[in-house]
């Protein structure tokens, strides 16, 4: 049978190459339309996890995970000698930057050469980790063509970016459009009818390279939009106007408007790196970008303009911040997830451990969170959530970096002397005695 019938009878073996928050809900969501799925991670505690039928991803309930492994539909292993069993194989392994914001295509390299030697003719390899334009062409096309075999022509390659959303339940690998490139048309079109068995919505593009680009587009699009709002957040606390109350007017007009939200930063695995990907690769041009770098300008300074804002509100008690004890109220980069990659919580952190405060954090989500070991701070320390209760009592101020939406923000402002709410959780709350600074929002009347 070639691959074109094994994908349309659902008989061809797809194996996945890391099993994170992109490569684990990929192999459910493919085992449960009827696929066989090898789930292939160097990391032995998470196949042990898997092949025990737990989930440390919290969008892929362990329940489903545990049927699906139960059926054998679904198994994990470290062994890349099973990638001969493959038809189909999707690369999901990280895709960093280093210190100087460079690229860091290990994860990568070290996947498409672990294929290598295993790939045989009539395959398809699948490249989903966000990545430049000309990263399947310039770096993994020549690694699987050490083989003998030629892409495009002996086997199939395709780029099709990953757009998952953790935490959002609206949205998941069955209902979220994918972008399809491949090296031909014959490769774009075999990928295109393996993607239409998840999700109704396929979208072919030309190349692997628009395929590429149009992941950038969309993080580096959030990037400048966040940016923005947080430039004009810093300008209407200055002139006394509440951002979110602008937005929330604003977003009232039906078309050519999108809202966004300003914050303390951006964080997570995308929006703070991706960007730099496209910077990176573009001086290759000589292109110089300019917007991405502004972007990245703005965000990179608010954790600077939250710390300014924990320091006003000691002020208004007649305290300093060297000395002081302040608690964090979430470090995950986004609401309602465990991620703390790159979270602004971090460089807010190292900021108060700089100026000499003692910090404290509450995360129901992130138990145990890092920070320092870096060119802007050398010390590394480690910190622990702390129970909410216990955090409160001891706090001369509290930030709020992450609303995460199980906890009582009223109960918080009523223990707190003062709260620093960098996402807005406490607009609706009434605040007789001025105790909440909102980012966004005119300082409470002293
Ligand atoms: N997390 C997101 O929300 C998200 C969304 C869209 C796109 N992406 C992109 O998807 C890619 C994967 O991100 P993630 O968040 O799933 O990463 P992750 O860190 O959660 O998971 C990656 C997994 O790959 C494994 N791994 C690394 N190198 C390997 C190798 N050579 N062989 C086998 N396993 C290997 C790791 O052990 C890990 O389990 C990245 O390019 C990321 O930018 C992530």
């Excluded at 959303?165 to 393996?194: R, W």
């Excluded at 770098?293 to 804002?309: F, I, Q, R, S």
């Excluded at 900021?351 to 995360?363: F, N, P, R, W």
């Excluded at 920070?371 to 959530?385: D, F, K, P, T, Y």
């Amino acid at each position: 049978m070639n691959l074109k019938d094994k994908i349309l009878n659902k008989e061809a073996t797809i194996c996945i190459i890391g099993l994170g928050y992109v490569g684990l809900p990929h192999a459910v969501a493919f085992a449960t339309t009827g696929f066989r799925v090898i789930g292939l991670d160097l990391s032995e505690r998470r196949v042990a996890a898997v092949n025990r039928g737990h989930s440390d991803i919290p969008d892929v309930a362990s329940e489903q995970l545990a049927a699906l492994v139960d059926a054998g539909r679904l198994e994990a292993t470290s062994d890349y000698d099973r990638l001969t069993e493959a038809d189909i194989i999707l690369i999901c392994v990280p895709t960093p930057f280093d210190d100087m914001k460079t690229p860091d295509l290990q994860y990568i390299v070290s996947a498409a050469e672990g294929i290598m030697p295993r790939l045989g003719a009539g395959k398809m390899v699948i490249l989903q980790s966000t990545t430049y334009p000309g990263t399947t062409e310039e770096v993994v096309q020549p690694i699987l063509e050490r083989s003998g075999l030629k892409a495009g022509q002996d086997f199939h390659l395709v780029f099709s970016p990953e757009r998952i959303d953790p935490g959002n339940p609206q949205y998941s690998a069955h209902n979220i459009p994918k972008v399809v490139g491949g090296l031909t048309p014959a490769c774009t079109e075999l990928a295109c009818m393996l993607f239409g068995h998840l999700t109704p919505a396929v979208h072919a593009v030309s190349t692997p390279r628009a395929a590429e680009m149009t992941k950038l587009l969309e993080n580096i699009f959030r990037s400048v939009n966040i940016a923005l709002v947080n430039e004009l957040a810093v300008l209407m606390e200055r002139m006394g106007i509440d951002i979110w109350e602008v937005i929330a007017a604003a977003k009232t007009k039906p078309f050519g408007f999108m809202a966004f939200s300003p914050g303390p930063g951006v964080g997570g695995h995308c929006i703070p790196v991706d960007p730099y990907y496209l910077s990176w690769k573009a001086r290759q041009f000589d292109f110089y970008t300019k917007f991405i770098e502004l972007a990245a300008e703005v965000n990179a300074d608010m954790p600077n303009h939250v710390v300014g804002k924990i320091v006003a509100g000691l002020n208004l008690h007649g305290k300093a911040l060297r000395g002081s004890r302040v608690l964090i109220l979430g470090v995950a980069f986004k609401r309602d997830i465990d991620d703390a990659r790159n979270s602004p919580a971090q460089r807010t952190i190292e900021l108060l451990l700089d100026a000499g405060a003692t910090v404290e954090y509450y995360d129901p989500y992130v138990p145990v969170f890092q920070v320092g070991g870096n060119a802007l701070h050398r010390g590394r320390v480690a910190l622990h959530s702390v129970p909410l209760d216990e955090g409160l009592a001891r706090a001369d101020i509290v930030a709020i970096i992450t609303g995460h939406r199980n906890v009582d923000y009223a109960e918080v402002v009523a223990r707190s002397r003062i709260v620093i709410d960098a996402v807005n959780v406490t607009a609706a709350l009434t605040d007789e005695s001025n105790r909440i600074i909102r980012l966004g929002a005119p300082m409470p009347a002293v």
